[in-house]
């Protein structure tokens, strides 16, 4: 499908969303041309995803309702056994020793933690660890109420013990942590930030924006650059587009990480996502981008189809984020893909030998989760990890 003329499917644009963009786009004064070179007014699409992300009453983060897991829209790898937050936690207390090493507390941010699950594995580990583990403290911090409210029962017997609470995004943002050793975890955060799309028509950079088309739905047209940064990073990696080329320049992501660093005192951030280099993202097998959209366990590349009622992700440029984070103090202290990761830190390890033939023996499903948090459709290769840390 030709993503200058996707659209909403049937009815979805008559939702009170759907509305709240129709308007935006009225008051927004801002030209765009479509394929056919009409004139229409528009929004970008950075702001458009924005809204259909994180609008406070019908965004999709914002809707009150659990996204992740069986009864949401896309599984996370923590819904793999318990084995991912088993080594994070393992890894981020080999970590805490050597960075941390006198430190009496050190506290934990579970960073968009969601419904808890990740959280709840590395508690649990760090409670097996015994002494190793007393010195962690864990928050949760995620913008969706519904998320929090499943979060805070999962994590309950933590909370009462002290060693764990659940927050919004908002209000972790508000706390000083300058005081504290913190680590922060970022398990598939930063693909959820808004994304400028930019486009190459007529040998020319475009940005992407977002207009209404007269039976109601959305669709892509062409509008000028709004923040010259996106135009930029291309340059200064020797990037060009070639003609009819769309790609995604995720400016919010990285900035955040430039910011969060800016909260914090001695500090490490632990990146999980999936993405590449600015390179492998504008490769020229890549002439529409990596633009993403799940709704109940199924993708599409339409962004339109049901605003606020479906995720909207782009790959992470990881070049990006650590261009910004190294600007803002961060420096970078490991990087590779998730397999890497995990092979390292020793999950392989952690495969049970045993001569069960029950394929749902406690042993055979620790192994599956290994093996599928390791080999399964290549997204251990597709998920990079950064680590970041400030002194």
Known sequence: MNQTETGTAAGEGRSPLAEEI??????????????????VMCIPFRDY???????????????GRIRTGREGDFYTSAYVGGVMGEVLAERLAAMAEERFPGAPRVEVIDYGGGAGRLSRQMLDRW????????RFALTLADGNPAHRQAAAALLEPYVREGRARVLSAAEAES????????????????????????ACKDGRLWEQGVYAEEGGSFAFCLTALTDPEASRWLETQMVRLREGQR???????????????????????????YGDCTRELTAEYRMDGTLLCY????????????????????HVDFDLI??????????????????????????????????ARDPFHPAARRNRAIRQLLLSDGMSELFKVMVLARI
């Open 22 to 39: 129709r308007r935006k786009i009225r008051e927004s004064g801002r030209p765009g041309r479509t394929e056919d070179g009409r004139q």
């Open 49 to 63: 995803m924005f809204l259909c992300l994180y609008h406070p009453k019908y965004g999709y983060y914002s809707g």
């Open 127 to 134: 409670a097996e660890m015994g002494a190793a583990g007393e």
């Open 175 to 198: 706390e000083n942590w300058k005081d504290r050793p913190v680590m922060i975890v970022a398990n598939e955060l930063l693909d959820a930030f808004p994304v400028i799309r930019l």
């Open 247 to 273: 790609t995604e320049i995720g400016l919010d992501a990285a900035r955040w990480v430039a910011e969060l660093g800016g909260r914090l005192g001695e500090a490490v951030l632990l990146v999980i996502d």
């Open 295 to 314: 709704e109940k366990h199924t993708a599409s590349s339409d962004p339109f189809r049901h605003p606020g009622g479906q995720d909207i992700t782009a």
């Open 322 to 355: 650590r261009h910004y984070a190294q600007a803002s103090g961060w420096h970078e202290i490991w990087y590779g893909t998730q397999k890497r990761f995990l092979v390292e830190s020793g999950i392989l390890e952690k495969l049970a030998g045993h001569g």
